[in-house]
């Protein structure tokens, strides 16, 4: 019997116990660092001449480990693995695929601060976004089990009289797991599992920065039982392996997590049909965001600054849900701008290693320039009236930014900038608010605070995002609680965490008898 899922709870880093434990699990990180990883294909680990490193963001000379990377010819050989062990996988009962997963997130659950602990490492995730990212790659795996066993059996449909109706769900194939470096374990795991889960077989490609974690999660899955062949670990250079993949004749899907420049690129690529394919090759691609929190002229005033404070700057501006727009009515615009400015001020930015630290580095050096190159734009489209200032001696830090007056069709309302800037736009009414929290090619995540019923349930229908949140942030959304997935250039809306996600890695099968 499957029991009823509740998602996992985040640690308390007050109590004394909990920090002390974390800072053990960190300093037995420090012993596990430098190692190597190899790629692994049908259960085989092969080391090439090639190989990546992966550094600390937060301290550049500090080397989390090194990663062997396919070549072409490594990347056909996982193909063929995984096309070799899809033909028994696709016949294991979903139940049986399921309690792969349900022990993987029990062994995650008990070795929870030591994930967290390279997230803090080589993503430079501060303790609580390394926490929170670990108890949601445990929600994916816990909450995916359950969603197979519901979906096992199909989905009733009528029979006539003398008839046998049924409609059930098959895997598809071979999926290429494509994942960003900014939710390495959670986005990682949950969109490689749910691929496995359905029963199709897969190749994961981790993102280059973060390659590490995902060798971690690979090394969990074999533990929890996985058969060889069906998760193929296969780091590799995005533009040159990735492309040869994604234009594979044998590839029968592509889930890709990542910038709109990649997703828009691997959907047209896989929108060719190469000789000797067989299928239309499925996407689904979950791309950038370009996020609002909008406030309106009787919201809890406190609550709106804190809410755009916290959705801008958690994980340094680094989720694709991160707030980098600030909405606010002319009537409480200045005060709002004030308290969001003193809040800011108060932030600790720093090593993640520390217990008080709220903001770590960005992600890598091209990472960092981009965003130091936006907020040169930024002063010339607005007032810079927070932070601005980068320091890339050490790590790659860069101070929360806060840019006001700034123009609804300015850069940086529009561009994705991925890092701790946010810009505040002056509305005069909620018509104008509206208006520019959906001018924008995105559309993935949304906030308004609010006390006019009417405004919430007329930005209901009107704030286009696939995820709108009232009277809070716009980020943190919790498996199976809040799916994800945004709407126009943030992708195909595949809704992860959420009930629909697992049909998108499976065909539906009418059958038929007559008696
Ligand atoms: P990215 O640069 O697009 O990279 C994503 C993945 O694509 C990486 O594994 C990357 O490999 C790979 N890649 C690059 N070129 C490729 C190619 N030609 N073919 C196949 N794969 C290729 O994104 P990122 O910087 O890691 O992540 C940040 C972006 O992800 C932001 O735009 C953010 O909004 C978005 N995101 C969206 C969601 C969502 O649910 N909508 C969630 C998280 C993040 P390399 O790293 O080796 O280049």
């Known amino acids: 019997m499957v029991v009823s899922y509740s998602h996992e709870p985040f640690i308390n880093f007050k109590e004394e116990n909990n920090t002390r434990r974390f800072q053990e699990s960190l300093a037995y990180i420090k012993t596990q660092l430098g190692k190597h990883y190899p790629l692994v294909i049908n259960g085989e680990r092969i080391e090439t001449d090639e190989k990546t490193l992966s550094f600390n963001p937060a301290n550049k000379d500090e080397v989390i480990g090194s990663v062997s ?112 470096f900014n939710f390495p374990l959670a986005i990682m795991a949950g969109t490689a599992t749910a691929a496995i889960v359905t029963g199709n077989t897969i190749l ?129 615009y200045d005060e709002v701008l004030e308290k969001a400015v003193t809040l800011t001020k108060k932030l600790t930015v720093g090593n993640p290693e520390e217990v008080s630290t709220y903001m770590g580095p960005v992600i890598h050096e091209a990472s960092y320039k981009k965003i130091m190159s936006y907020i040169e734009v930024g002063k010339e489209e607005g007032k810079l009236i927070a932070g601005g200032n980068g320091d890339d001696s050490k790590g790659y830090f860069i101070q929360p930014t806060i840019f006001a007056d700034v123009d609804e069709n300015a850069r940086l309302m529009q561009e994705e900038i991925f890092g701790p800037v946010v810009a505040f736009s002056k509305a005069k009414d909620f018509n104008h608010m509206m208006e520019i929290a959906n001018n924008t090619d995105y559309g993935l995540t949304g906030a308004l605070l609010t006390q006019n019923r009417e405004h919430i349930e007329r930005a209901r229908e009107e704030f286009h995002v696939g995820n709108l949140y009232f009277n809070r942030g716009c980020t943190g959304a919790i498996v199976g609680y809040q799916p994800f997935g945004g709407f126009n250039m943030s992708g195909t809306d595949s809704k992860a965490g959420g009930p629909d996600y697992l049909l998108l890695h499976m065909q539906a099968k009418t059958t038929s008898e007559t008696f």
């Open 204 to 332: 994961l490609k981790p993102a280059g920065a973060t390659p590490v974690i995902a060798a971690k999660f690979v090394e969990l899955m074999e533990e929890a039982g996985l058969p060889k062949g069906v998760l193929n670990f296969v780091p590799c250079r995005g533009a040159e392996v990735g492309d040869y993949l994604v234009e594979h004749p044998k590839t029968r899907f592509i889930s890709f997590t990542g910038s709109r420049e990649v997703g828009c690129r691997i959907y047209e690529k896989a929108a060719k049909v190469q000789v000797g394919q067989k299928w239309l090759k499925r996407v689904i691609a979950e791309m950038g965001g370009k996020d609002t929190v909008v406030v309106d002229k009787d919201a809890d005033l406190d609550l709106a600054a804190s809410s755009i404070v916290y959705s801008a700057f958690g994980f340094a501006g680094q989720k694709c849900s991160a707030g980098s727009r600030a909405v606010v009515h002319q009537d409480v």
């Open 69 to 180: 990377l396919a070549n072409k010819e490594l990347a056909e050989h996982a193909m063929q693995s995984a096309l070799d062990a899809f033909e028994s996988w696709k016949k294991w009962l979903p139940e049986h695929r399921a309690d792969i997963l349900f022990r993987a997130a029990a062994i995650m659950r008990r070795r929870k601060h030591e994930f967290s602990s390279y997230l803090v490492k080589e993503a430079g995730k501060p303790w609580n976004e390394a926490d929170a990212d670990t108890a949601e790659a445990i929600d994916f795996l816990e909450y995916y089990a359950r969603q197979v066993i519901e979906l096992k059996d199909g989905v009733p449909v009528k029979s006539r009289q003398g008839e046998y109706n049924q409609y059930n769900y098959v895997p598809l194939g071979v999926g290429i797991i494509i994942s960003p």
